[in-house]
């Protein structure tokens, strides 16, 4: 790798996250703001500042995750190290937006002040990008180590979210969350090459909205969602909404609840020994001959039979 030059050892720290940079950089007040827990991104804000008294080498941070960092001032005199080796970091400038791949254990050497706006982004988050956009997970975000860029769509993002760590009780969870998902597609597209397959199927949902049509069937097992509730989720008409769910799934929403309260019925047969009533019960059947009736056309066996050649 360019740059290179010679090689120190550092252990290996154990937190992760975003407040794990923070910490490491000594910066434990610095302003943090996650996403909230509806967006499921894992993707969080930070504004890390340090003055001339913070100078020296930071401990190393490794995290399965990237940090993509605006400059708000310049800072020329700096060493970065990757797992022990030394980068010559260039043009860290006013402006200019650096990637981190925080999963080669980073350290940094300060003998300047600096200022950055960052987005931490985990791997994780990049997986379920792509899959939303049905595209190949994303291993690199391609960049140089070391060597800032110019990226004005990302620096106008990271600049916009200012405000808000400055107030964080202030600020707009649902703000927070799309800004947050607009700057970490912006890096996927630009950097994970991401883009969409052309195998989808056409007229089916979205993997975003197939996830969150069977997230909230699981949650509700007892039937206790419509399919307006269902619809509205996926952002769909009722109509488009069913349609597009039997082309993903093959099957109507109401079947595949059904699929799924007689598997949650057979792991309950075999790990249990509830009565036949209350397993019906916990599994959304509206009493045991409903469970029964529907348990033996699904399994072609009645839950009693079932169970008996089952059981552990």
Same mark, same amino acid.
């Given at each position: 790798?360019?740059?290179?030059?010679?090689?120190?050892?550092?252990?290996?720290?154990?937190?992760?996250?975003?407040?794990?940079?923070?910490?490491?950089?000594?910066?434990?007040?610095?302003?943090?703001?996650?996403?909230?827990?509806?967006?499921?991104?894992?993707?969080?804000?930070?504004?890390?500042?340090?003055?001339?008294?913070?100078?020296?080498?930071?401990?190393?941070?490794?995290?399965?995750?990237?940090?993509?960092?605006?400059?708000?001032?310049?800072?020329?005199?700096?060493?970065?190290?990757?797992?022990?080796?030394?980068?010559?970091?260039?043009?860290?400038?006013?402006?200019?937006?650096?990637?981190?791949?925080?999963?080669?254990?980073?350290?940094?050497?300060?003998?300047?002040?600096?200022?950055?706006?960052?987005?931490?982004?985990?791997?994780?988050?990049?997986?379920?990008?792509?899959?939303?956009?049905?595209?190949?997970?994303?291993?690199?975000?391609? %960049?140089?180590?070391?060597?800032? /860029?110019?990226?004005?769509? @990302?620096?106008? #993002? $990271?600049? !916009?979210?200012?405000?808000? &760590? *400055?107030?964080?009780?202030?600020?707009?969870?649902?703000?927070?969350?799309?800004?947050?998902?607009?700057?970490?597609?912006?890096?996927?597209?630009?950097?994970?090459?991401?883009?969409?397959?052309?195998?989808?199927?056409?007229?089916?949902?979205?993997?975003?909205?197939?996830?969150?049509?069977?997230?909230?069937?699981?949650?509700?097992?007892?039937?206790?969602?419509?399919?307006?509730?269902?619809?509205?989720?996926?952002?769909?008409?009722?109509?488009?909404?069913?349609?597009?769910?039997?082309?993903?799934?093959?099957?109507?929403? %109401?079947?595949?609840?059904?699929? /799924?309260?007689?598997?949650? @019925?057979?792991? #309950? $047969?075999? !790990?249990?020994?509830?009565? &036949? *009533?209350?397993?019906?019960?916990?599994?959304?059947?509206?009493?045991?001959?409903?469970?029964?009736?529907?348990?033996?056309?699904?399994?072609?066996?009645?839950?009693?039979?079932?169970?008996?050649?089952?059981?552990?």
């Amino acid at each position: 790798m360019r740059g290179y030059s010679h090689s120190v050892q550092f252990e290996q720290r154990e937190s992760t996250g975003p407040r794990a940079i923070t910490d490491s950089l000594n910066l434990k007040r610095a302003p943090v703001l996650q996403t909230s827990t509806a967006c499921k991104s894992g993707l969080a804000f930070l504004e890390l500042a340090s003055g001339h008294e913070d100078v020296g080498t930071t401990e190393p941070v490794r995290d399965d995750a990237f940090l993509i960092a605006l400059q708000l001032q310049p800072c020329p005199d700096f060493d970065l190290y990757a797992d022990g080796r030394l980068i010559r970091p260039r043009e860290f400038d006013a402006g200019a937006v650096a990637i981190f791949d925080l999963r080669a254990n980073l350290a940094i050497d300060r003998r300047d002040p600096f200022h950055a706006v960052d987005l931490y982004i985990p791997r994780k988050s990049l997986d379920a990008l792509a899959e939303d956009a049905n595209a190949p997970v994303i291993d690199e975000l391609r %960049h140089e180590p070391g060597k800032a /860029l110019q990226d004005p769509i @990302a620096r106008h #993002l $990271l600049l !916009s979210i200012r405000p808000a &760590l *400055a107030a964080p009780v202030q600020a707009s969870e649902l703000f927070v969350d799309h800004l947050a998902m607009a700057l970490a597609t912006h890096v996927a597209h630009t950097y994970g090459g991401m883009r969409a397959r052309s195998d989808a199927k056409s007229g089916a949902l979205a993997h975003w909205q197939e996830r969150r049509a069977k997230e909230l069937l699981a949650a509700n097992l007892t039937g206790g969602i419509t399919l307006a509730d269902l619809a509205k989720a996926c952002e769909l008409s009722i109509r488009h909404f069913t349609r597009a769910f039997r082309e993903s799934t093959g099957m109507s929403p %109401h079947g595949w609840l059904l699929q /799924l309260r007689i598997e949650k @019925a057979k792991r #309950l $047969l075999k !790990s249990s020994h509830r009565m &036949l *009533a209350d397993i019906a019960l916990e599994c959304g059947f509206a009493d045991q001959s409903h469970f029964t009736r529907v348990f033996q056309r699904a399994a072609g066996l009645s839950p009693g039979a079932w169970q008996r050649m089952h059981r552990r």
